[in-house]
């Protein structure tokens, strides 16, 4: 019973590269999202999505692109690194209709 | 979404109850109380979450107050694993679009 799975761990990239943090959910969740956390912030959404193909920007989605190709799978990806996104990112999935989510282990980020 | 307040911290005793109160009081008609917690470096965990009648699942015990203005998260027997940031969220369902708002939570500390 995996959950909902985010690769990798850790990452470090200098300013300018560009990266994709992976995240799949086995739960047949229609709700998935990213979030951020940094110290003092709290979590803050960056994108969703309501089921495959359909995508939508949260609070700070500046920076990042997602897609939702299929059920399971919600990408993130960052265009072009820059020191401000050092953070830790955290998936999460759930269904519609409450706001029980499932998340992940994280991914933590550096920018440097 | 409603404001919650929770104490800044708590101890308890491995073992023992550990009683999380969150005072809600500006709570609407549809909204849930939801409850998570987040362990050092992991991902927030669901835990449980209500409307107005008391709830249990095989994690905590959920009670609601008449009026619902509070509720009480009870662990009914913690254990060192349980020490985490506990996080009392008061929302409306069908949010797809907007996050979570998990705020500074109750830090639990579980000690021998």
């Known amino acids: 019973n995996a959950g909902v799975t985010q690769t990798p761990k850790f990452q470090v990239l200098k300013t300018g590269q560009s990266m994709t943090l992976q995240c799949a959910q086995d739960m047949n969740h229609e709700y998935m999202s990213w979030y951020r956390q940094d110290p003092g912030m709290g979590l803050r959404l960056i994108h969703y999505s309501v089921g495959a193909g359909i995508t939508d920007q949260g609070e700070v989605p500046n920076g990042y692109n997602v897609s939702r190709s299929t059920t399971e799978d919600f990408p993130l990806r960052l265009l072009s690194a820059a020191p401000s996104q050092t953070s830790v990112y955290f998936c999460?999935?759930?269904?519609?209709?409450?706001?029980?989510?499932?998340f992940g282990s994280g991914t933590q980020l550096s920018v440097l | 979404d409603a404001k919650t307040t929770q104490p800044t911290s708590m101890d308890c005793a491995e073992g023992r109850a550990a009683n999380l109160p969150c005072n809600h009081s500006?709570?609407?008609?549809?909204?849930?109380v939801y409850w998570y917690r987040q362990i050092h470096s992991q991902g927030p965990q669901y835990i449980i979450h209500g409307l107005k009648n008391n709830e249990t699942n095989e994690m905590a015990s959920l009670i609601i107050t008449e009026d619902r203005k509070s509720s009480t998260l009870i662990l009914p027997h913690a254990t060192l694993r349980d020490t985490a940031v506990y996080y009392c969220?008061?929302?409306?369902?069908?949010?797809?679009?907007?996050?979570?708002?998990f705020g500074k939570g109750t830090t639990l500390s579980v000690s021998s």
């Open positions: 999460a999935s759930g269904e519609l209709t409450n706001e029980k989510l499932f």
């Open positions: 969220i008061v929302r409306a369902p069908y949010q797809a679009g907007t996050a979570l708002i």
């Open positions: 500006t709570i609407s008609g549809n909204e849930y």
